[in-house]
């Protein structure tokens, strides 16, 4: 409230070895019961592995019952909610990206306890840079573009410059 930094709150403190994140975080987005996702440029937090993305108790303690496994094989630069409590990520995970080993294109929607909704099976051609869950549970989904190179244009193969929409049921 005050402007002063909450040391009690266990992963904002940079200054300490193994006391929070190891690089830098793009995104964070409180749920409903006070945990919080955090998603980046990081590899560890307080010590331990977590590739990308980790979910915090409101103290900031890691939350051991979110299970990313292997985590993300590149950057989270976004990350949202839906109504039902699944996550939307969006990142620089495309081309050969994976999460928890399993093939993904620059988004994901993961279940509430950190594993992969196989449900959600659509993709971009490049990185992902912004996802917004609407409160109709419609997905907007931002990319990157590059003067010199043209990037994300297709979304499951049909043309769509740097922004598109979907539908809850995972339709465009």
Not at 29 to 57: C, H, M, P, W
Not at 77 to 85: A, F, K, M, R, T
Not at 153 to 169: F, G, K, Q, T
Request: charged share 20%; glycine share 14%; aromatic share 16%.
């Amino acid at each position: 409230g005050d402007g002063q930094v909450d040391y009690s709150f266990n992963g904002v403190y940079f200054g300490t070895y193994n006391s929070g994140f190891d690089f830098l975080v793009f995104s964070s987005k409180e749920q409903s019961d006070g945990k919080i996702l955090v998603g980046g440029a990081f590899y560890q937090f307080a010590g331990i592995d977590t590739y990308y993305l980790i979910r915090l108790n409101s103290d900031g303690t890691r939350d051991t019952s979110f299970h990313i496994g292997n985590g993300f094989n590149g950057y989270v630069n976004s990350i949202d909610l839906q109504s039902d409590g699944k996550v939307i990520v969006g990142g620089d995970f495309y081309d050969t990206g994976s999460y928890d080993n399993n093939m993904c294109n620059g988004i994901v929607r993961l279940n509430t306890d950190g594993s992969l909704d196989s449900t959600f099976g659509f993709g971009v051609d490049s990185e992902v840079t912004y996802v917004l869950v609407q409160p109709d549970d419609k997905i907007l989904v931002g990319g990157y573009i590059d003067a010199m190179y043209p990037y994300f244009n297709n979304w499951d193969s049909i043309h769509a410059d740097e922004l598109v929409r979907y539908n809850a049921d995972t339709t465009i």
